[in-house]
């Protein structure tokens, strides 16, 4: 079974500084998704970023971007020119690729953001 | 934002009794998930749907039954519900490989079993 490890269970950040969340995962598969979702306090969940395990290229989303190391399993999610708006837990996640393939996630990261 | 509605947004309810969450998408996506959230544990996935009738177990489905009759509505069934019940309750929707895997999510439903 896969597993998905966020080590930080609380992060900060000042206003227009840059931030990085960590996340490592276990697999035996060669072939994945991974995700971040945010969710804020309104606790909607909304996807931030996608990553295909088959592209070497690192996904990017405006301020948001990965690195995805796939030799590590490591996938962490950059913020830069962080926004009190960013405040909210971040999810990593993980998903095989295939048919009704489920998604399996991490504890989450709670992002705060300082003036 | 995808179409997804989950019904009740709140519930308080006794041991014991039966409960019901409601799914109902818009979409027409063949996949349908309900997941618990709790502290300390992220998201958990409870049961899913691959099609009408077709569903299976998640990690955490003791204690849940799910139905599909029709594409766009998923109903999670607590037959008694139990105090360890008490959660937020998402469900979620993906189009599949076509769809570029992403998985939509309701807006939730904290449920309370007291």
């Known amino acids: 079974a896969q597993t998905v490890t966020q080590s930080q269970p609380e992060m900060s950040v000042q206003e227009a500084e840059t931030v990085t969340l960590s996340c490592t995962y276990d697999t035996s598969e060669s072939d994945y998704y991974l995700f971040w979702y945010k969710q804020p306090p309104s606790r909607q969940m909304i996807l931030v970023i996608r990553?295909?395990?088959?592209?070497?290229q690192n996904a990017t989303e405006n301020r948001f971007s990965v690195n995805f190391q796939k030799a590590a399993k490591s996938f962490s999610l950059k913020i830069s020119d962080s926004q009190l708006g960013d405040a909210a837990m971040y999810f990593c996640?993980?998903?095989?690729?295939?048919?009704?393939?489920?998604?399996?996630f991490g504890t989450g990261t709670r992002l705060q953001v300082t003036l | 934002d995808a179409g997804i509605t989950q019904s009740p947004r709140h519930k308080v309810t006794e041991t014991g009794t039966p409960v019901t969450l409601r799914c109902h998408q818009t979409?027409?996506?063949?996949?349908m998930y309900w997941y618990r959230q709790d502290p300390g544990h992220g998201l958990r996935l409870i049961h899913y749907?691959?099609?009408?009738?077709?569903?299976d177990k998640g990690e955490v489905s003791d204690g849940y039954s799910v139905s599909r009759s029709k594409t766009e509505d998923f109903l999670l069934t607590l037959e008694s519900a139990t105090s360890s019940q008490t959660s937020v309750y998402f469900c979620a929707i993906s189009g599949g490989p076509q769809k570029g895997e992403k998985l939509f999510f309701g807006s939730g439903t904290q449920l309370s079993v007291l």
């Open positions: 749907s691959y099609g009408v009738k077709d569903t």
């Open positions: 979409e027409n996506h063949r996949y």
């Open positions: 996640a993980y998903r095989s690729a295939g048919t009704a393939s489920k998604l399996t």
């Open positions: 990553q295909e395990a088959y592209k070497q």
